[in-house]
């Protein structure tokens, strides 16, 4: 079984705006859309359209908590297990005009014990032959030592954890031993413990420990190292402004795929024509728009 952990979700609030921004008077908006988001539940939601199960942990609270629960509880693919907060989730604003977004993003309230104690005890099913995705940003009241003791008791039962975490510190994410991580370049840069070029990535990437890394280079290249080996998806053209949920897209079809007993190669053709259909708009994403997607992407061991 694939879980995947959202500790931070939110309600995104899409409006489109036209023109320059009046900052002395009102602006306004139309096409508003509200959607229920946080990587993790993003990665369930994809999952869900190729047609994986998957068990979605999420913390959630007030009228944006249930808004969130709402828009998850009819999928027959997602088993929503809601760990209740006090508050409300977060709103994130989502701004676009001409192609371009312009995002501001709510903090979200505070994690307590019984949060602590309740993602523990939602992930005590997780053991060898399963995924645990976690991935976004931690709720406040949640820490480094938190995440890392999450990990030990994930590693002890056998479970493989994959992780999307850019607020975590390089060796945060070591001590938790994930098998696969979601990088950019920055982060390899961090990694390697001095700024890398693009164009010296893939030498510096095999180079620089750990093993198992997604690379996200930049809007039309991914890398991926994993057995020691080295892959690349190129994209057919370079990816619109509009990027929101491409890594949640990426990590689901890769590690969905993976579990099916695809290849790396495969898996990332997969991964990548997910990232490629979400990039489209924030409307849900259609599976034969991926499909298409598929004949179009090219990988290749380097």
């Known amino acids: 079984m694939i879980y995947t ?9 899409y409006i489109e705006t036209g023109g320059e921004l009046n900052r002395e008077g009102v602006n306004r908006g139309r096409n508003e859309q509200f959607r229920a988001a946080g990587k993790g539940l993003n990665v369930s939601r994809d999952l869900s359209l190729m047609q994986i199960p998957s068990v979605a942990i999420a913390l959630l609270g007030g009228f944006t908590g249930q808004f969130i ?12 297990i809601p760990i209740r907060v006090m508050g409300n989730n977060r709103v994130n604003v989502k701004m676009m005009r001409e192609g371009e977004m312009i995002a501001v993003n709510g903090s979200g309230p505070e994690a307590d014990l019984s949060v602590r104690v309740g993602i523990l005890r939602s992930l005590n099913g997780a053991s060898k032959g399963d995924t645990v995705i976690i991935s976004g940003s931690m709720m406040p009241g949640l820490d480094d030592a938190f995440m890392i003791r999450l990990c030990n008791e994930l590693n002890e039962r056998g479970a493989d954890i ?12 070591r001590a938790c031993r994930p098998k696969l991580t979601k990088r950019t370049l920055k982060e390899l840069g961090e990694l390697a413990g001095r700024q890398v070029r693009e164009e010296e990535a893939e030498t510096v990437l095999m180079e620089t420990d ?3 890394i997604l690379l996200v280079l930049n809007e039309d290249k991914v890398l991926l190292k994993e057995d020691g080996k080295l892959y690349r998806l190129q994209y057919p053209y370079r990816l619109p402004g509009h990027r929101v949920g491409m890594a949640d897209a990426l990590m ?3 590690v969905g795929k993976r579990t099916q007993s695809l290849g790396p190669e495969d898996a990332l053709r997969w991964a990548g024509a997910m990232a490629c259909a979400v990039t ?3 409307d849900d994403t259609a599976m034969d728009a ?5 004949d179009e992407m090219k990988t290749e061991t380097v």
């Open 5 to 13: 952990l959202t500790m931070n979700p939110a309600v995104d609030y």
């Open 69 to 80: 629960e709402d828009a998850f509880s009819h999928d027959e693919n997602i088993t929503l």
């Open 162 to 173: 994959v992780m999307d975490a850019e607020w975590l510190r390089p060796e945060t994410i």
């Open 210 to 212: 750990p093993d198992g």
């Open 252 to 254: 689901a079809a890769y």
């Open 280 to 282: 489209s708009g924030p």
């Open 290 to 294: 991926v499909m298409r997607l598929f």
